[in-house]
């Protein structure tokens, strides 16, 4: 019994002894002052800018001029003289169809007609010497000029048989091959003229009374995200959809590269006279989310304070433009914003600031493709 008691007191002495240790060194630890919480981030001060007002909307690119150039006479197709995605202009031979028995049944028709006139000349000659009547020489001038109309009507339809470009564009595709015997209508190839192009788009009836024609408009493609195309307002209707309640609006486009094709999508922006001030910063600085728009405004700490801190605010924004947008309320000329590294913010954190290698955002970017 008495070992056990005194081993129990040795165990109780080391444990102390433990004890002692551990409370030395969290009062070390509590005494060390602990590193602060820090990010590096971007920055971006809010001005001011005088941006036009704009509409936006979409729309869809249309050819001044296009058309699936198919027969009016069905026939056999006897040569092709164009190939697929040619340019062509107006008047060029595009293709035949055979003609043989209409250039015999002409052959025959002009005969026809050349004698019609010798008997009519005939016919003259004797009525002045009173040897036959007034209505035998009308009848051979009718006689002589239907004969004519039948060969005309003949040459008619072997010009119908030869088909030209009906104005200068791109062909598409070629539909046809050679022998094929071709039905009235069916399209032998796709003609698109290239310029000027067009593009239709709708926008609702408040905005009926700013537009007029000549308004400067910009379309943005998905297919050149990176080029904006300049045209102007070219027509309006005059009459309003009683469905949409909307207005149908074409611009129109030089497109003198030929890079907007019929059938394109657009995004297009209606640039109107009036400008307006607004408060910008760049995109990067607005943190989205379901509750609303956020930025981070950058202060010092507190009054005279080299070091900085951010603080949350919503804000309510506007309009886009490049690499920028509009803040309509929260937000003051002058404020400065966290504009890269959001993500890693939170209210009362200290920042350093580094604007070195952050990118300038730019109100036409251009990125390269991805």
């Known amino acids: 019994m008495r070992k056990i008691l005194i081993g129990i007191v040795v165990v109780l002495i080391v444990l102390a002894a433990l004890a002692v240790v551990k409370v030395m060194q969290f009062k070390t630890l509590l005494a060390s002052p602990w590193p602060a919480e820090t990010a590096t981030i971007s920055t971006a001060v809010v001005h001011e800018e005088s941006w036009p007002d704009t509409l936006s909307t979409v729309g869809s690119v249309s050819a001044a001029q296009g058309v699936q150039v198919a027969p009016e006479i069905a026939g056999t197709i006897s040569e092709i003289d164009y190939d697929s995605g040619a340019t062509v202009k107006q008047g060029d031979l595009l293709l035949k169809l055979d003609t043989s028995t209409e250039e015999a049944q002409l052959r025959a028709a002009e005969a026809q007609a050349d004698l019609a006139k010798i008997t009519a000349e005939r016919q003259r000659k004797l009525q002045q010497d009173k040897t036959v009547s007034q209505s035998e020489v009308d009848q051979a001038d009718a006689a002589w000029k239907q004969a004519e109309a039948n060969a005309d009507n003949i040459r008619a339809t072997i010009q119908k048989k030869t088909i030209r470009a009906p104005f200068s564009g791109k062909l598409g595709i070629r539909l046809v091959n050679l022998g094929e015997q071709l039905d009235v209508g069916k399209p032998i190839v796709s003609l698109q003229s290239l310029t000027p192009m067009y593009v239709d788009f709708s926008l609702p009836q408040q905005d009926f009374a700013k537009l007029q024609t000549g308004l400067k408009v910009r379309a943005i493609s998905d297919s050149y995200p990176s080029n904006i195309f300049e045209g102007e307002i070219s027509a309006i209707n005059p009459d309003l959809d009683t469905g949409t309640r ?72 506007g309009r886009t433009r490049g690499d920028f947008v509009s803040v309509e309320s929260g937000l003051n000329v002058g404020d400065k914003v966290a504009a890269a590294g959001l993500f890693k913010l939170h209210n009362g954190l200290t920042v350093f600031e580094n604007n070195q290698d952050t990118p300038k955002p730019s109100e036409k970017p251009t990125p390269p493709n991805s």
């Open 246 to 317: 909307s207005v149908r609006v074409r611009a129109k486009f030089e497109n003198q590269d030929g890079l907007l094709r019929a059938g394109m999508f657009a995004r297009v922006t209606i640039v109107l006279p009036q400008e307006n001030s607004v408060k910008v910063i760049p995109s990067t600085a607005l943190l989205s989310a379901p509750y609303g728009d956020s930025v981070f405004i950058v202060t010092p700490d507190k009054a005279g304070s080299t070091n900085l801190t951010v603080h949350q605010a919503f804000v309510r924004t």
